[in-house]
């Protein structure tokens, strides 16, 4: 099965930017979904973002027009382009292959994933 390492989180101040990559152990091509969550202290790991394998996306509200999701397939890796960030978006991050019959419940064990964190 793929295994998938994400990397990129970091401390920044409001308004700044990440990028977090999530690097796969072989080809993504063949997966239909993928997508980013996020879980914060206290609270359950919610979808932030997906991507298709033809590259339609989809964004959670609180971060739509700030964050933007990518996939290339030549390099087996998915990024989620983090901009205008807001200490709400602190988290540690987790990229996941997606399934499921809406194809929004997320495949596989849950790795460490990457801390982010915004100062106000």
């Known amino acids: 099965q793929v295994q998938l390492v994400e990397s990129g989180g970091g401390l920044v101040q409001a308004g700044g930017s990440l990028r977090l990559s999530c690097a796969a152990s072989?080809?993504?091509?063949?997966?239909?979904?993928m997508g980013w969550y996020r879980q914060a202290p206290g609270k359950q790991r919610e979808l932030v973002a997906r991507?298709?394998?033809?590259?339609?996306?989809n964004y959670a509200d609180s971060v739509k027009g700030r964050f933007t999701i990518s996939r290339d397939n030549a390099k087996n890796t998915m990024y989620l382009q983090m901009n205008s960030l807001k200490p709400e978006d602190t988290a540690v991050y987790y990229c996941?292959?997606?399934?499921?019959?809406?194809?929004?419940?997320?495949?596989?064990?849950w790795g460490q994933g990457t801390q982010v964190t915004v100062s106000s």
């Open positions: 996941k292959r997606m399934g499921g019959l809406l194809g929004d419940l997320p495949i596989g064990s």
């Open positions: 072989g080809s993504i091509s063949s997966i239909n979904a």
């Open positions: 991507i298709t394998s033809s590259g339609r996306t």
